[in-house]
């Protein structure tokens, strides 16, 4: 039987043949250093900043419309309150109603729910996944416009509070309950950033970087809608700013939460590269958002 050693051929040996120990110190040190120190990728990349910020603009202009289309619409038609018009800040109704009030933060909390549960069975970083996620994001963190009628005194809480007594009893409740809604959901949202990053989907250097663009591009384009409202100018800060980058702020505390806990160290996000598809959607929507929506139309009687 052939028996060739480690370096080429066998020795021949007279008698009964020693055992063949082959021991390499240097080969088995790098197998052992190969085995525990990860291996960075051969080329690093980011998602692009422009896919980023028209999917964001497009979150928040369909999250808006959840609001005021969805949510405070539905309601109408089903009590047979008549529409006097729709824009980017309100819809009017012939008659006030504390149902219709509160369904437009209603749908956007449930339309957010749903947003993400369908997010839960996407297991890679993808343009949907990522609308998906802000999407979800912009329509839970509504739920902080409860805090904000109740410091306030005004807006659909308000509304629905209207009358109740005591006064204070009210808006203490539904300060409190809108806190702990807003803070249950930059809890929840963060757990979906988590569970990418530690799939080796996110790199933690890139948290920001999904967060930033689509928060400032679906503020600016809320705000400047807000601009031509027909309603009133103190809307551009109320509805327009306050309900983009006021209600979103909670956003911006998502990068140092995930950093925090995150036992990934992945170097490299997935790429997802300049998409012209999505920039073309983002500039439609967005135009026809702030010139038809942002004055708003009115429906005849």
């Known amino acids: 039987m052939r028996r060739d050693g480690p370096l080429g051929n066998r020795t021949r040996m007279i008698g009964r043949p020693l055992p063949h120990i082959t021991f390499n110190p240097l080969c088995a040190s790098l197998s052992h250093m190969l085995a525990e120190t990860p291996v960075a990728p051969a080329k690093s990349s980011h998602p692009s900043l422009l896919t980023l910020a028209s999917i964001g603009a497009i979150a928040c202009i369909a999250a808006d419309m959840v609001h005021e289309a969805l949510g405070h619409g539905m309601a109408s ?151 031509f409202n027909p309603i009133s100018p103190s809307l551009i800060l109320l509805s327009g700013a306050g309900a983009s980058f006021g209600l979103n702020f909670g956003l911006l505390f998502l990068p140092a939460m995930v950093a925090d806990k995150a036992s990934s160290q992945t170097l490299a996000t997935r790429p997802m590269p300049f998409s012209l598809l999505w920039l073309v959607v983002a500039l439609v929507v967005s135009a026809l958002f702030i010139g038809v929506l942002g004055p708003g139309v009115r429906f005849s009687d």
């Not at 509160?102 to 947003?115: K, M, P, Y």
């Not at 369908?118 to 949907?128: C, D």
């Not at 308000?158 to 702990?180: E, K, T």
């Not at 920001?208 to 600016?220: K, N, S």
């Open 77 to 227: 038609w089903l009590t047979g309150n008549r529409i006097l018009s729709l824009s980017t800040v309100a819809l009017q109704n012939a008659d006030a109603s504390r149902f219709v009030s509160a369904a437009g933060t209603s749908a956007n909390c449930i339309v957010g729910v749903l947003s993400l549960l369908v997010l839960r069975r996407i297991r890679t970083l993808t343009p949907l996944a990522y609308f998906l996620w802000i999407f979800g994001a912009n329509n839970l963190l509504n739920s902080g416009y409860l805090v904000v009628s109740a410091v306030s005194n005004s807006g659909d809480w308000a509304n629905v509070i209207a009358g109740l007594s005591p006064p204070w009893l009210w808006r203490c409740v539904l300060g409190l309950a809108g806190a702990a809604l807003y803070a249950l959901a930059i809890r929840w949202i963060a757990h979906f950033v988590l569970d990418l990053a530690n799939r080796g989907e996110v790199a933690l250097a890139d948290l920001r970087r999904l967060v930033l663009p689509a928060y400032f591009a679906g503020g600016t384009v809320m705000t400047v809608a807000s601009i």
